[in-house]
């Protein structure tokens, strides 16, 4: 990750001498399993009878041997491989690309466990066993030794297939379960126990190349956690673990059981946008700077994120405002902001956008294109953010004659993966939806949204002088005057005085319910009163329901978490990412504030204010369109009439 880490170069020399080893490997070898059973048989490709797995082809040189050699039975790897494609002869580039990264980590895990030999006296030790000159006193200590590099060499070969493969990984998911022979004898028999529960899995899980690759990263995500396990109650383990190492070819660096990790697509082109140009949404832009550090504490190894843990993760929120308010501006912010975080701590970072052109014709495809597009930024390997801007185009309302089919699969989609039976927040990843008109979003789905960014764009004089100033540039000699240029900007105040406004409604239906209440019920100080208050505010929109709670109550929580991340320790990762799961999470627990009543009906108004906003306009928009209905049916008659007589 850093050049901080204290890396050691693994010379290329020392990896390529490995080669002809992990070729051997990969060819074939014999292996009867000890802890896990067999599911499947050696590789037999279903071609007609007589027709060879492989072209088989004959020198017509004389003085060749022509005879074909035998073939190691058992596990050959090459050869599974190659069946998972079908019936093609030549391997595909992808089975290649698999093959060509198994050897390249069977080696590099070789040379990592020379090296560990090396480091400990290890290699001594072997050489006095086979020359049986080992003293009796050291053989605890020649066993221990043995039993930590073939966990260190599981470990490396592990992680590099996972890194090396990263790049061609798609959403095809596989659950291979559990990784039952893992070895620990000696190295090689490590390995042959990895490749031949790796085989026994290809042969169950890959049916094409996206599979194939899909099965071989799973199981090597497996086989990572189950070594890492192994590995902390391991003997003698600290040459490794103590170590680190850098393959410069493959840029892979290695640091014990700590996975490493490789951006999966391409760089990220986008015209980034920094805070201080983002004019107004105070709010928005604040919880969106703050949600961009909560996604850095996403623990790797865990697969979780203590915000996540504690209440205060948002994973997904509906950004909402009128046309040329800033809704892509704040999207380019947020994009911008986890970019450069990933940067610095060399995490893996995709964005990605469901548009309109995912809506396609053919009936099941927007269903395919939205899940992927899920799957793809839900990946716990890499850190996601995933936006659907314009979302009223792009998911349909339910029973509304004019959303096509397409628009009605990605709704049903959205719904399943935002709050599904199945659904996972691991804290990697959030989903930004972002409207003009929120109001011609499906109701149930827009109730998905965990929290509201209203994207209201200027608002103040000072709002407006920033913006006019922002957008000229410098090439001009204009006075500012009368006004302390970007002041109005400055976050802390802005979202405090934004906040304080939330204390009584914004909308006029939920401000005449806010009245009524407190003129019964006097100051809204406790559970019960606020309760009440949710009541009526039921009553006056059917639509406020038991997962409006749960939303308000999350936006509280995430209040709690009202506090910023030192900007240190995004700049320098060991300060907090790099710790691990436990003290990132009770670093976090010391930061929060406890909930107060002000926070409560602060949020209760915010969300509700949002939802009276949108049934307003909605009920406008049904109104409106009725009315057209009505005159273009009034004036047909008067011209049937006219055209009548």
């Given amino acids: 990750m850093s050049a901080a880490r204290d890396e050691m170069e693994l010379k290329e020399e020392a990896i390529r001498a490995q080669y002809p080893a992990a070729e051997a490997l990969l060819a074939g070898f014999d292996h009867a399993p000890r802890l896990a059973k067999a599911q499947a048989d050696a590789p037999a490709p279903d071609l007609s009878p007589g027709v060879a797995a492989r072209p088989r082809f004959r020198s ?18 090459v050869e599974r491989t190659h069946a998972a494609g079908g019936r093609d002869p030549l391997p595909s580039p992808i089975e290649a690309t698999v093959l060509q990264s198994l050897r390249r980590s069977l080696s590099i895990a070789l040379a990592v466990g020379e090296a560990f030999s090396a480091r400990t006296g290890l290699t001594e030790l072997k050489k006095a066993n086979l020359e049986g000159r080992l003293p009796n006193q050291r053989s605890a200590e020649f066993t221990e030794l043995l039993t930590s590099e073939a966990l260190a060499v599981l470990s490396v070969f592990a992680n590099a297939t996972a890194f090396l493969l990263a790049p061609h990984a798609g959403t095809t998911p596989v659950e291979v379960g559990e990784v039952e022979e893992v070895l620990t004898d000696n190295p090689i028999l490590a390995l042959q126990g990895a490749l031949w529960e790796l085989d026994q899995d290809i042969a169950l899980f890959a049916r094409d190349d996206s599979s194939l690759v899909a099965t071989v990263l799973a199981y090597a995500e497996q086989l990572m956690g189950k070594v890492r396990a192994r590995g902390e109650t391991a003997a003698r383990i600290e040459a490794f673990t103590g170590a680190n190492y850098r393959v410069a070819a493959d840029d ?31 709010i928005a832009k604040y919880q ?107 998911a349909g309302k339910r029973g509304e004659r004019g959303s096509s089919a397409g628009q009605q699969e990605i709704t049903a989609v959205l719904m399943e993966a935002f709050a ?128 409006a709670i749960k939303n308000i109550t999350d936006a509280v929580k995430v209040r709690a978490m009202d506090f910023e991340l030192p900007d240190e320790w995004m700049e320098k990762p060991d300060l907090f990412l790099f710790r691990d799961y436990d003290t990132k999470k009770a670093m976090i627990a010391e930061l929060r504030r406890p909930i107060t009543v002000e926070m409560l009906v602060q949020e209760i108004n915010r969300y509700a204010d949002s939802e009276f906003r949108y049934a307003d306009k909605s009920d406008e928009a049904a109104i409106d369109a009725m009315l057209r209905d009505m005159r273009r049916t009034e004036e047909a008659k008067r011209r049937f009439l006219e055209g009548k007589g």
């Fill in 60 to 77: 017509t040189t004389p003085g060749l041997a022509t005879r074909t050699p035998a073939r190691p039975s058992g596990v050959r790897l």
């Fill in 288 to 394: 969106a700077m703050r949600l961009a550090k909560m996604l850095m504490a996403y623990d790797f190894t865990r697969k979780a994120n203590p915000f996540a843990e504690l209440g205060g993760f948002i994973f997904t929120f509906m950004g909402d405002g009128r046309p040329g308010t800033g809704k892509t501006t704040l999207i380019q912010m947020m994009a911008g902001l986890i970019d450069g975080y990933c940067k610095v701590a060399g995490y893996p970072f995709r964005y990605q956008n469901l548009s309109i052109d995912t809506v396609d014709s053919y009936q099941g495809k927007s269903g395919q294109n939205a899940k992927a597009f899920i799957q793809s930024v839900m990946d716990p390997s890499v850190i996601g953010f995933g936006t659907i801007d314009d979302i009223d185009q792009v």
């Fill in 252 to 282: 892979l660096p290695i640091s014990g059981f700590t996975p490493a990790r490789k951006a999966r697509g391409a760089a990220l082109a986008m015209a980034f946008k920094r805070p201080e140009e983002v004019i107004g949404n105070h």
């Fill in 420 to 547: 599904g039976a199945n659904t996972v927040v691991r804290g990697n990843c959030t989903f930004g939806m972002f409207s003009n008109y929120p109001e011609n979003v499906d109701d149930a789905l827009r109730q998905r949204a965990g929290a509201r960014f209203l994207v209201d764009g200027p608002q103040t004089r000072g709002d407006y002088i920033d913006i006019l100033a922002l957008l000229l540039g410098k090439n001009h000699a204009i006075p500012v005057g009368e006004h302390d240029l970007y002041a109005a900007q400055e976050i802390q105040r802005a979202v405090a005085d934004s906040f304080e406004a939330h204390s009584k409604p914004q909308e006029e239906g939920l401000a005449r319910v806010f009245a009524e209440v407190q003129a019964k019920l006097g100051p809204l100080d406790t559970l019960a009163k606020l309760g009440t208050y949710l009541k009526a505010i039921q009553e006056a929109d059917p639509r406020f329901t038991g997962r």
